[in-house]
């Protein structure tokens, strides 16, 4: 059976011969157009994209001999994205910390700022009742004080990530300008 591995996280082959010389010389074909020669039994590698199928193969050799040689088929997923919230408070820069504090009335556009492979689906959910959403990115105006949490959840075939971004809503500033008084 082939071996499955993700996309972006270093696998570790190891030649598993018996009686070979250490001077011995080992080429490894990954599959993905990379080739690596050492004397090394073993030998990490990063796959940098998904490759469905790929097969690795080995050659040992002690000058113009061959001395023996493995193949190995080998799936490579994409890998698990990593979830990560980016919001802009009223048009703002946006930010990517774990939290922002706004002041009631204030519009946030919640944007997926994932990184690593690209999710396949997303979900936004929130700690309070607005709606769900799949999409890239959800706005959403924040008009009652409190604490909200906004929890991205990104997914593929390799797995699933989530992100939190915690939203603190102040009160808005009380009017403090005198009023202009008509004489």
């Given at each position: ?8 996280t ?19 074909d990954f599959g ?29 050799t002690?000058?113009d ?10 799936i490579v ?9 980016a ?15 706004v ?5 946030v ?15 936004w ?15 959403r105006?924040?008009s ?14 390799s ?7 915690t ?6 500033p ?9 004489g």
């Amino acid at each position: 059976p082939a071996t499955v591995v993700d996309a972006g996280t270093p696998v570790t082959f190891t030649d598993t011969s018996t009686a070979i010389p250490a001077a011995a010389v080992r080429t490894w074909d990954f599959g993905d157009g990379n080739k690596a020669v050492g004397t090394a039994a073993g030998i990490s590698h990063t796959y940098s994209r998904a490759i469905t199928p790929a097969t690795v193969t080995l050659t040992i050799t002690m000058g113009d001999q061959l001395l023996g040689s493995a193949s190995r088929p080998i799936i490579v997923q994409p890998g698990v994205p990593t979830p990560r919230i980016a919001a802009s408070v009223d048009g703002a820069p946006a930010v990517t910390t774990a939290a922002v504090t706004v002041t009631a009335g204030a519009s946030v556009v919640f944007t997926d700022a994932s990184t690593g492979p690209a999710p396949e689906f997303r979900a936004w959910t929130w700690s309070d009742q607005f709606p769900p959403s799949a999409a890239a990115s959800v706005t959403r105006t924040f008009s009652e004080v409190g604490t909200y949490v906004a929890t991205l959840t990104a997914v593929n075939v390799s797995g699933q990530g989530a992100a939190t971004m915690t939203v603190r809503v102040d009160p808005a500033p009380a009017n403090t300008g005198a009023a202009a008084q008509a004489g």
